[in-house]
């Protein structure tokens, strides 16, 4: 999947950087702002129930874009690699990584865990076709038809970070992998289960 890279001039300067969906996050923005402007007009050409539905749909979906489209990073920072999922930020000191890998998508392991990066790019699926002919022609299961290879954007995502958890180390001034939940997550969790409480009373008005 495409991303994007993003850095201050610091990090620019220390070579590290910010790592985001790119077409997962253009999508995101352009099904927020669509569905932004079907609430606006819900809430002018609809009345009662139908205008909360209408609007109550919109903002669950616009909920569910931000958390799986906008929201996915992988932030560098001088002491810790900081790994934002859609309901999670997991911080990791760059001493306590002993292996990045790319399966579906790029892997951050530690003696203890395994951290997937939702940001970073996914690896290329092989054509349907192909898996299907293979899987025929030399008995394959059919799970066989999700093996994939990774891309080039995905090899070289995973050897910087490699190169800079060998390089920071030494710097990180924690030793101790923390995951929060952070505050925006916390507003559109908020506002998904009131935007369903809302559509629930409406049908049951």
Known sequence: MPWTTMATSSQMASGLGTYRLGGGRVVGWWIIALMALMAGSSLVTQTGSNRIISVGL??????????????????????????????RTVHIPWSLITDVRVKD?????????????????????RSAAAAMNSAINARMPLNARMETTPTNLSRSVVELLQEHAQSLAVGSTTQLETTTVDRDVMVVLVTAVAALSSIGVALWA
């Open 58 to 87: 919109c903002v669950l979906v616009v909920c569910g874009c931000y958390l799986l489209g906008v929201r996915p990073a992988v932030m560098e920072r001088p002491d810790e690699l900081r790994v934002l999922n859609p309901l």
């Open 105 to 125: 998508v790029v892997i951050v392991e530690t003696e203890t865990s395994q951290i997937r990066c939702y940001a970073l790019p996914r690896r290329e699926r």
